[in-house]
């Protein structure tokens, strides 16, 4: 798996080539029959095969392959074959067998379970058949049942690996875009980014959601979500910045959150002054913490960092998901927005479902969000009156 440019294509085609080729030119390799299987036949001619990293690009002139377009096949000099094979012509896989295979793209196939499963078939010669994958990940099925496998390895590459041969303009232009975003993790750190199914919260609303720049706010706070017991095995305490506009009725709200400030592995003073940093930092007016767990001992650590914190406790009467599903809706409706640099936040949101979390340990930084978007959107509109028009 890896990012945009990273150098899929280029790592695809040298381990076909490792595949067929023997010591020298005529002599033959592990594998004699192959299948080169991508999106379409256009792009298994044009990227797998003829492309600037393809195939034929990275052969030497005594052990370069000839392309016989007609029968959509590639020949070496030493009698090896490659068939090229279109993703969306899975039964084209029925018939022929392989004991070697290159698929290229596969998180990009539409219904890519079909011709996944029709290559296993074909898969059935020489003594131990292998599929080299290469992929920007997706987060559909087919992949997640692959990478579930206890067979594949997987090995993994950015962008940035690759940035000899790429343009400087470009590598530019993406990180300033995409860094710090979901989608920059997926496209160019090559990470698989799921979506629990039913989540509250999917990658396309958060991307929905961005924003490069701030209007002026009316009020700040910082949330924080404290982890009673400190050392390297306790749960992280989440600590994160929301401001939000406040002027006229609540549909015209809009909140922005600036900052995660989760730390882990710390003791309840160095939480105490992560939170009361983020307050200077981003001139918050209030600083809410959840007392579930700590009680009064969550204000006392923090007043000692500093006696005169504007603290409001608050305490959970419900679950989190009852908590956390008002705060979904505002983001459905639009009404808040993320500036960049949010990923452990945003990854922890996409797998809060209806059930419940689906992910390691708790959702420290979710938890921190739902406070502090309560303490300024959803509380205040509950109280929030229309003025009566006197009519005199």
């Known amino acids: 798996m890896g990012g945009r440019g990273a150098g899929k294509t280029r790592a695809g085609a040298e381990w076909v080539r490792a595949q067929v080729e023997g010591a020298r030119p005529l002599d033959k390799g592990r594998c004699r029959r192959l299948a080169l299987l991508g999106e379409t036949y256009d792009q298994v001619r044009d990227v797998m095969i003829k492309g600037d990293s393809g195939i034929l690009a990275c052969s030497p002139s005594d052990r370069r392959p000839v392309w016989k377009a007609s029968e959509r096949r590639l020949i070496w000099p030493n009698g090896a074959e490659a068939q090229a094979f279109s993703a969306q012509d899975p039964d084209g896989l029925r018939g022929p067998q392989f004991d070697a295979a290159w698929a290229d793209e596969l998180a990009k196939w539409p219904k890519a379970e079909e011709p996944w499963d029709m290559l296993q078939f074909a898969l059935r010669l020489g003594d131990d058949p292998r599929v080299c994958v290469t992929t920007t990940p997706r987060n559909v099925t087919a992949l997640k049942s692959l990478l579930a496998a206890s067979s594949t390895v997987v090995t993994q590459a950015p962008t940035e690996a690759n940035r000899a041969n790429l343009a400087a303009s470009f590598l530019a232009e993406v990180r300033a875009r995409y860094a710090g975003t979901r989608l920059g993790r997926q496209e160019l750190d090559g990470v698989l980014l799921e979506d629990a199914e039913g989540a509250l919260w999917t990658s396309g609303m958060l991307e929905g959601a961005r924003v490069d720049k701030v209007p002026a706010l009316d009020r700040v706070v910082v949330a924080l979500d404290p982890a009673v017991t400190g050392g390297a095995a306790a749960d992280a305490c989440g600590i994160v910045v929301v401001g939000a506009q406040l002027q006229g009725p609540p549909q015209d709200w809009r909140a922005y959150v600036l900052a995660d400030r989760t730390v882990r592995g710390v003791g309840p003073a160095d939480w105490a002054r992560a939170a009361i940093r983020a307050m200077e930092e981003f001139g918050a007016e209030r600083l809410v913490a959840e007392v579930n767990q700590g009680g ?97």
């Open 296 to 392: 009064q001992l969550v204000e006392e650590v923090l007043r000692q960092v500093d006696p005169l914190v504007p603290f409001r406790a608050v305490r959970a009467s419900r679950g989190k998901v009852a908590r956390a599903e008002p705060v979904a809706a505002l983001y459905e409706q639009g009404r808040v927005m993320h500036l960049r640099g949010l990923v452990a936040l945003e990854e922890q949101m996409c797998r809060m479902t209806q059930r419940g979390y689906d992910g390691p340990g708790s959702p420290d930084r979710v938890d921190a969000l739902v406070w502090a978007l309560h303490d300024l959107m959803v509380a205040p509109a509950s109280r929030w009156r229309r003025p009566r028009l006197r009519v005199l």
